[in-house]
């Protein structure tokens, strides 16, 4: 059965960038065809996908984040990473990584981590 | 982006009734569509994917129909531990992946 975890710091100031990794286990990140995503939550609100990266380091990010997104990818360590700069309040939000599956260009999220809080406040 | 609006935000339901949720999309996604269950304190699963297959392990009371614009979850027996806030998201035109502002099914 796949799992992916989230960590990373709970916790980030303002202006400082924040970083979260997703360890992937009961599969190897590049044994498929999938993609693998981050997609966070504000409190009340719904999913926002922030962005994707395929095995082979292809990345897809939401234009709406583009300027501040960074995601890589491990396959050694079968982990990815995002990383998002000049934090401020609003990305405070739950994240949570996934596995996009799928093909021909079509991919939904098929398995979920539990989600990290990371909340931005000096 | 292709905007994706869920209806209603709330949907009040008896223990044993039927459930319909909609979601309609800003422009055609296909089939691209996906729906996920989210309870408190839990991350999303996946229920439905191209717009009508069910994912592995839901119970066949929850089926998804529809194509292009509109598109539908139906519960046909609403159990207990089906009271949750539901969400669809397609995936045919993208970046971005784009979801709905959710529907949540409480208790009547």
């Known amino acids: 059965q796949l799992q992916l975890q989230e960590s990373g710091p709970g916790l980030v100031k303002p202006s400082e960038t924040l970083s979260l990794t997703c360890s992937v286990s009961g599969g190897s990140i590049s044994s498929s065809s999938d993609f693998w995503a981050w997609i966070r939550q504000r409190p009340g609100k719904g999913q926002e996908w922030i962005g994707s990266i395929y095995f082979s380091g292809s990345t897809y990010y939401n234009p709406s984040l583009k300027t501040r997104v960074s995601i890589s990818v491990d396959t050694s360590k079968d982990h990815f990473s995002l990383k998002l700069s000049s934090a401020t309040a609003a990305d405070t939000a739950i994240y949570y990584c996934?596995?996009?599956?799928?093909?021909?260009?079509?991919?939904?999220?098929?398995?979920w981590g539990q989600g990290i809080l990371v909340t931005v406040s000096s | 982006e292709i905007v994706m609006t869920q209806s209603p935000a709330t949907l009040s339901v008896s223990l044993g009734e039927r459930a319909t949720l909609s979601c309609r999309a800003s422009?055609?996604?296909?089939?691209?569509l996906a729906w996920y269950q989210q309870k408190p304190g839990q991350a999303p699963r996946l229920l439905i994917y191209d717009a009508s297959t069910r994912a592995t392990g839901v119970p066949a009371r929850f089926s998804g129909s529809g194509s292009g614009t509109e598109f539908t979850l139906t519960i046909s027996s609403l159990q207990s531990e089906d009271f949750a806030v539901y969400y669809c998201q397609q995936y045919n035109n993208w970046p971005p992946l784009t979801f709905g502002g959710g529907t949540k099914v409480e208790i009547k």
């Open positions: 996934a596995r996009q599956s799928g093909d021909y260009g079509a991919y939904y999220f098929d398995y």
């Open positions: 422009q055609s996604v296909s089939s691209n």
